[in-house]
T-cell receptor, first 111, second 117 residues
Framework: AQSVSQHNHHVILSEAASLELGCNYS??????LFWYVQYPGQHLQLLLK??????LVKGIKGFEAEFIKSKFSFNLRKPSVQWSDTAEYFC?????????FGAGTRLTVKP | NAGVTQTPKFQVLKTGQSMTLQCAQD?????MSWYRQDPGMGLRLIHY???????DQGEVPNGYNVSRSTTEDFPLRLLSAAPSQTSVYFC????????????????FGEGSRLTVL
């Protein structure tokens, strides 16, 4: 079965710091990859997705992610975080028809 | 469009009671699914459906039943609630990843917070 691992459970950064959140998956075939964000008290919203083509994908709010097939990774990055980026971030993989999520990484940005 | 609508938003049950969480979508999505969200465990897939009349189990199906009689609706039933089912439940839908115009993006409902005493 496919699985998704997120390495960091809780990340604390100061505003303007750079962000990288790790995501690895276990499925060896063709995958579609996603990052979702959940702001406090809200439901999940799509940040960005990768289906094919350029492995560096750009999403909303200045986020980007790089798909590295050889490493089964899809890390999320942002050059300079803001206080409003405080949220929980979920990596997800769609490989066998259903969507599986990682455990999530809670990001706290200190003003 | 309303998108994905879940009801109720909050529910408190006693152990052994039954209830149904309702989910409806108005985007004509073929795929619908139910997740539960628990601290430190992310979202875990309970059941999913790739179309009317078709359902399948996800990662944590025990204690839950689903049916898909129409494209729009995908109710989740708890036949005998247990404290371990205390969680936040999310319904989500999407188009398949193949075909023209399909993004594969999951659209989520607002969530239903269930407490089982």
């Amino acid at each position: 079965a496919q699985s998704v691992s997120q390495h960091n459970h809780h990340v604390i950064l100061s505003e303007a710091a750079s962000l990288e959140l790790g995501c690895n998956y276990s499925y060896g075939g063709t995958v579609n990859l996603f990052w979702y964000v959940q702001y406090p008290g809200q439901h999940l919203q799509l940040l960005l997705k990768y289906f094919s083509g350029d492995p560096l994908v750009k999403g909303i709010k200045g986020f980007e992610a790089e798909f590295i097939k050889s490493k089964f990774s899809f890390n999320l990055r942002k050059p300079s975080v803001q206080w409003s980026d405080t949220a929980e971030y979920f990596c997800a993989v769609n490989a066998l028809g259903d969507m599986r999520f990682g455990a999530g990484t809670r990001l706290t940005v200190k003003p | 469009n309303a998108g994905v609508t879940q009801t109720p938003k909050f529910q408190v049950l006693k152990t052994g009671q039954s209830m149904t969480l309702q989910c409806a979508q108005d985007m004509n999505h073929e795929y619908m699914s139910w997740y539960r969200q628990d601290p430190g465990m992310g979202l875990r897939l309970i059941h999913y459906s790739v179309g009317a009349g078709i359902t399948d189990q996800g990662e944590v199906p025990n204690g839950y039943n689903v049916s898909r009689s129409t494209t729009e609706d995908f109710p989740l039933r708890l036949l005998s609630a247990a404290p371990s089912q205390t969680s936040v439940y999310f319904c989500a839908s999407k188009n398949p990843t193949s075909g023209r115009g399909n993004t594969g993006e999951l659209f989520f409902g607002e969530g239903s917070r269930l407490t089982v005493l």
